[in-house]
């Protein structure tokens, strides 16, 4: 109803689509609102959850092009409401990336972005006019974060982020929203409190308390935390010795009948759990996106999500994203996210988001539905 009064981009798209999906149709769809692209599949980390960091990617590795960018750019720019300009590397190591955000940019599209942080230039970000960035990080001292974040250094981070704080008080102009990340896990836990005291005092505008994802049991054992209100899995059948989400998906997904991704190399994949391209629908640097959108690979694989998801690999570790937004609201003070399907509070014996001392009463944000890509 929101959408059909202040008509933002594309709010015909999601509407007619998410009414498509609901009802299991595969298409003819209208064009996505939200299209990922991959500034490349490299990266200096060695996380060992991520395809990228622990050296299983599939994909050969490669840098996205500025030429092929470009012309991708102006092919969506008008329908394209959200671009979101990272998958499965990072970002700010191709040397084109504030080019490549900035092109977006005057094409008129919102862009944002997550970053390890480690090679961010605050006057590049300023330059690009990128409209949200969020460094994610993995604890609160050096040695928590290199636990996961291996080989990334937090005061690098740290340093990198504050002066993007500090180069956006000199541009009022900038339409930059900062926001911070931290993956909670068993080795970081005890430190959420500290890092949102952390995230308030240093001026971001939204702290992110993110759910972990792990790809097997194995996994779940050593990193998942101990509080189980920050699990994404079921409890009874992880202690069965099976891994699965809380919420299973039953043969629907508004996310990629709105939604699609873009690899460094232009392969068109369905969403962010086809990290090594195993269902590939084209490549839109070949052929126009609008084409491979409504093509038989899209539409056989759309079909198959609205009548046997089960079946449908990338799907099983997967509890759904959604609905894209549209218009993501401008910079606030301090805001507190949980990108969690878990509605428990967190604890705090202060107030969060204001500092104050406030025993026994916790004010965050919570049930936040993850709108951002689930690694
Ligand atoms: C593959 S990364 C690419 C972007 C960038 N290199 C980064 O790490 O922020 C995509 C997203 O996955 C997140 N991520 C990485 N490992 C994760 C994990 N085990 N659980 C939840 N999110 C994770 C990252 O923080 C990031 O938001
Ligand atoms: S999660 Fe991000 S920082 Fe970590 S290895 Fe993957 S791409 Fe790199």
Request: proline share 7%; net charge negative; hydrophobic share 35%.
């Amino acid at each position: 109803m929101r959408l059909a009064t202040r008509r933002p981009k594309g709010w015909k798209s999601v509407l007619y689509n998410t009414a498509m999906a609901k009802v299991g149709r595969p298409g003819p769809l209208m064009m996505p609102v939200h299209v990922s692209v991959e500034p490349t599949n490299v990266c200096n980390a060695r996380c060992p959850v991520c395809e990228t960091g622990n050296g299983t990617m599939e994909r050969r590795r490669g840098m996205l092009d500025l030429q092929a960018y470009r012309a991708f750019i102006d092919t969506i720019a008008p329908h394209t409401s959200v671009l979101m300009y990272y998958f499965m590397g990072e970002p700010f190591l191709n040397k084109h990336a504030y080019e490549m955000i900035r092109y977006a940019r005057d094409a008129g599209i919102y862009v944002e972005t997550c970053t390890n942080g480690d090679y961010v230039d605050a006057k590049g970000i300023i330059y690009s006019d990128l409209n949200e960035i969020s460094f994610q990080i993995g604890g609160m001292t050096p040695e928590t974060h290199a636990v996961y974040r291996i080989r990334s250094d937090l005061l690098t981070v740290q340093k990198n982020l504050n002066a993007l704080i500090e180069e956006r008080r000199k541009h009022p102009e900038s339409n930059l929203q900062i926001n911070t990340g931290f993956i909670v896990m068993k080795h970081n836990e005890h430190e959420v409190p500290a890092f949102l005291e952390w995230a308030r005092e240093a001026g971001v505008d939204q702290a992110n308390v993110i759910d972990p994802c792990v790809r097997n049991v194995v996994e779940g054992h050593a990193m998942l935390p101990s509080d189980r209100k920050y699990w994404f899995y079921d409890e009874e059948a992880f202690e069965r010795g099976t891994l699965k989400p809380k919420h299973v998906l039953h043969n629907e997904c508004t996310w990629v009948w709105n939604s699609i991704m873009v690899n460094w190399d232009g392969s068109v994949v369905p969403c962010c759990r086809d990290p090594h391209g195993h269902h590939v629908l084209g490549n839109a640097f070949e052929t126009p996106l609008r084409e491979i959108w409504n093509a038989k690979p899209a539409t056989d694989f759309r079909r198959q999500i609205a009548s046997n998801q089960q079946g449908v690999d990338i799907c099983e570790l997967c509890s759904g994203f959604g609905v894209p937004q549209l218009m993501p609201e401008a910079p606030v003070d301090f805001k507190i996210g949980r990108l969690s399907l878990d509605p428990t509070p967190i604890d705090f014996d202060y107030d969060p988001v204001t500092g104050a001392e406030l025993p026994g009463a916790p004010s965050a944000d919570r049930g936040k539905t993850a709108t951002a890509a689930r690694l």
